[in-house]
DNA sequence: GTTCATGCAAAAAGTTTGCATGATT
DNA sequence: AATCATGCAAACTTTTTGCATGAAC
C-alpha cells in the first residue's frame, strides 16, 4: 500500500489543474512557485508511481516525458504532429482487438501493443506549403 | 542539397540491416564494430537530417529515441516475444487503413504509423507455467 | 578555394539514485 | 518503534554543441 503524503496529493492536485501534457520539470516549478516545498525528485517518483499505478498517462516527446491526468482508464494511443509535436487521443476497438487477436492466432500471450501514428497536423501543413 | 558523405550512407545501409527501431547508441556501436571510424555525433546528426528528409520514422521510447529506415515499399509489423525476442511478421491492410483514415479524420496529411504486438510466445508461455 | 561535415571532448538536459532525515503507519 | 517517503546533491544517460581539421563541391 502507498502511503498518503500532501506530496502525493499535490503532484496528483497540480496534474488535475494542468491542461493537457506537462513535464516533471514544469509541474515541479509550478508546485515551487505555488509556495511549495517539493523536491524535484519526489515529483520524479509520485509521477513514477502514478503512472504505474494508472493514475496518469505518460508520452515521451523531445527527449523528455510529459504527464496528465488519466481522464478514463480505457487504453488509448496517439496521432502525433512530426512536426511541432501536437498529439491527439485516438482510440479504436477495432485496433485492440485486432492485436489481440493477431497475439492469439501466433500462440502469444498477455498482449501489450505500441500504436502511435505520425503526421504533419494541419497547421503544419499549411505553414509548410505557403512557405 | 545535403553533401554526400561515406558516412552519411554508412547510417543508411546500417539502418536499412536493421530489423525494427534502433536507437543512435546501437547504431554507432554496430558501425564501430563493423570496422568503422564513425563518430557518435555524425550518428545522430545522420539521423537527424536523415529524419527531416522523410528518409527514417523515428520514435521515442524510455527516454531515447529509436529509429527505422522507411521503406517506400509496403511495410509490416512485428509481433514480439517480450522474453525471447522472436519476431514474427504480420501485416494487416486494415490496419493501414485504419491509420491512414484517422490522420485524415484530423487534418493530418504525410501518415505513418507505429505498430507492434508484444507478447510471451507459445514456448515463453510454456516454459513459465510449468516453473 | 570555399564551404560544409566530421570527430572529439565538453556541455546540456532530463532522469535516477544514495543517503541521512523526517513523516506515516 | 519500524518503515517508508522525502530532499538534496551527485551520478548517469542520452543528445547537442564548439571548434579545429579534413573532405566534398
Redesign the interface.
Known amino acids: 500500500m502507498k502511503r498518503q503524503t500532501w506530496q502525493r496529493e499535490a503532484v496528483r492536485t497540480a496534474l488535475g489543474a494542468s491542461e493537457g501534457f506537462v513535464s516533471a520539470q514544469h509541474l515541479h516549478s509550478s508546485l515551487r512557485e505555488g509556495g511549495s516545498s517539493i523536491g524535484l525528485a519526489t515529483v520524479y517518483r509520485q509521477l513514477s508511481s502514478l503512472e504505474e499505478a494508472g493514475e496518469v498517462d505518460a508520452l ?4 523528455e ?1 510529459l504527464y496528465r491526468a488519466c481522464s478514463t482508464d480505457k487504453h488509448h494511443h496517439h ?1 502525433i ?2 512536426r511541432c509535436g501536437t498529439a ?1 487521443e ?1 482510440s ?1 476497438d ?2 485492440e482487438q ?2 489481440a487477436g ?2 492469439a492466432e ?17 497547421a503544419c ?1 499549411a505553414e509548410l506549403t505557403e512557405a
Chains 1, 2 share one sequence.
Open positions: 515521451q516527446q523531445d527527449g516525458s496521432l504532429c512530426r491527439v485516438i479504436a477495432a485496433v485486432w492485436a493477431v497475439a501466433h500462440g502469444f500471450t498477455q498482449p501489450n501493443h505500441v500504436v502511435d501514428v505520425f503526421g504533419l497536423c494541419a501543413t
